[in-house]
């Protein structure tokens, strides 16, 4: 089942490069793992999947702990600064940057421990009030003071669209973030660079992948449904 749905997902990604003129591009799949037990994401690692996602500090320091080294874990859910320490040397890639404060605590962490940590800025496209990340007019501002910290790379923006039942609704979302990274290209930032565009989930990643996205976070369309209670931040 999960060795399918991995197939199939990569397969729908292809396609909507195809598409969209993106064939040349490269779109990693992320597959989203929190909540799941380790045999169920060995399942995944053993068709071929090295990035996951998590959205808890300790689940993904338990599950990095407890899986293969050469696995990539992406930490994509709102991040605390009291537990930045329990990351650092264990994520590749943090999705959810969404304060200079917290910023500055991947800086010290990473220095103290004598690495580089890659980070996103996380942007709310959507202004729903329920939703993490800086309001779309902040992003260069943030991009541009984290980039003057020594031990975090500022790789992207990565954001979560609203969640409607037509994903066609989720374009304009997609099309603003592309627009964000492209104008903070342009202003030549020091640092900064916007390789990484982290946007689209099981409900809307065709749209995004079409709409330019580097990176997207696949659970549901992988694993199948979560436990309601767990399902989400
Ligand atoms: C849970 C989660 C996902 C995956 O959602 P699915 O709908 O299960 O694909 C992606 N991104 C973030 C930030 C999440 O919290």
Do not use: C
């Given at each position: 089942?999960i060795?399918?749905?991995?197939r199939d997902?990569?397969?729908?990604?292809?396609?909507?490069?195809?598409?969209?003129?993106?064939?040349?591009e490269?779109?990693?799949l992320?597959v989203?793992?929190?909540?799941?037990?380790?045999?169920?994401?060995?399942?995944?690692?053993?068709?071929?999947?090295?990035?996951?996602?998590?959205?808890?500090?300790?689940?993904?320091?338990?599950?990095?702990?407890?899986?293969?080294k050469d696995?990539?874990?992406?930490?994509?859910?709102?991040?605390?600064?009291?537990?930045?320490?329990?990351?650092?040397?264990?994520?590749?890639?943090?999705?959810s940057?969404?304060?200079?404060?917290?910023?500055?605590?991947?800086?010290?962490?990473?220095?103290?421990?004598g690495?580089?940590?890659?980070?996103?800025?996380?942007?709310?496209?959507?202004?729903?009030?329920?939703?993490?990340?800086?309001?779309?007019?902040?992003?260069?501002a943030?991009?541009?003071?984290?980039?003057?910290?020594?031990?975090?790379?500022?790789?992207?923006?990565?954001?979560?669209?609203p969640?409607?039942?037509?994903?066609?609704?989720?374009?304009e979302?997609?099309?603003l973030?592309?627009?964000?990274?492209?104008?903070?290209?342009?202003?030549?930032?020091d640092?900064?660079?916007?390789?990484?565009l982290?946007?689209g989930?099981?409900?809307?990643?065709i749209?995004?992948?079409?709409?330019?996205?580097?990176?997207?976070?696949?659970?549901t369309?992988?694993?199948g449904?979560?436990?309601?209670?767990?399902s989400?931040?």
């Amino acid at each position: 089942m999960i060795r399918e749905n991995i197939r199939d997902v990569l397969e729908q990604i292809e396609r909507a490069k195809a598409s969209s003129g993106r064939q040349e591009e490269k779109t990693e799949l992320i597959v989203v793992s929190k909540t799941q037990p380790v045999d169920r994401i060995m399942e995944a690692y053993e068709a071929g999947i090295r990035d996951f996602g998590e959205n808890k500090v300790q689940e993904l320091t338990d599950k990095y702990e407890q899986m293969p080294k050469d696995i990539r874990w992406h930490m994509i859910g709102h991040l605390q600064r009291n537990k930045v320490k329990y990351l650092i040397g264990r994520t590749a890639l943090i999705h959810s940057v969404d304060s200079f404060r917290l910023a500055q605590e991947i800086h010290r962490e990473s220095l103290k421990a004598g690495l580089v940590t890659d980070i996103l800025i996380e942007v709310n496209v959507s202004g729903e009030e329920s939703k993490f990340g800086v309001p779309p007019e902040e992003a260069a501002a943030l991009a541009e003071a984290a980039a003057a910290l020594s031990h975090v790379r500022v790789r992207g923006l990565m954001t979560i669209a609203p969640y409607v039942s037509d994903p066609e609704k989720t374009r304009e979302y997609f099309r603003l973030l592309k627009k964000l990274s492209v104008d903070i290209i342009q202003k030549n930032i020091d640092n900064v660079s916007m390789e990484i565009l982290s946007m689209g989930m099981t409900n809307d990643y065709i749209v995004a992948v079409e709409e330019g996205s580097t990176h997207v976070r696949v659970g549901t369309g992988i694993f199948g449904m979560r436990s309601l209670d767990a399902s989400f931040q």
